[in-house]
């Protein structure tokens, strides 16, 4: 089993930045890959970023490029993920993902098996 734990969500204002943390622990030697998901209420969930964990190779949604960063720091067993530029539609529940492979496709939720809990990110207008 993986366990994860995310931190670093909050309240910003629009145009602000917030980084997301998510630590691993467990059979952490089994993860190919960590990811960034965010869902709203009554919505399904979107893919935001991904990270493969040996070469570091990322992927974002369109909505995220060029705002949003995900970094991976392999010794802490630690996936960030730098949010800039924040939107009011950015607002809403995020969450961190870990794959054991990507046989679904790197932005699909079911090619992950683990689920952090969940953090909160709210952005005003």
């Known amino acids: 089993q993986v366990q994860l734990l995310e931190s670093g969500g909050g309240l910003v204002q629009a145009g602000g930045s917030l980084r997301l943390s998510c630590a691993a622990s467990g059979r952490t030697f089994s993860i190919y890959a960590r990811g960034w998901f965010r869902q709203a209420p009554g919505k399904e969930r979107e893919f935001v970023a991904a990270i493969s964990w040996s070469a570091g190779s990322t992927y974002y949604a369109d909505s995220v490029t060029g705002r949003f960063t995900i970094s991976r720091d392999n010794a802490k067993n630690t996936v960030y993920l730098e949010m800039n530029s924040l939107k009011p539609e950015d607002t809403t529940i995020y969450y961190c993902?870990?794959?054991?492979?990507?046989?679904?496709?790197?932005?699909?939720?079911?090619?992950?098996?683990?689920w952090g809990q969940g953090t909160q990110v709210t952005v005003s207008s």
């Open positions: 993902a870990a794959a054991a492979s990507w046989r679904a496709g790197v932005s699909a939720p079911n090619s992950y098996g683990y």
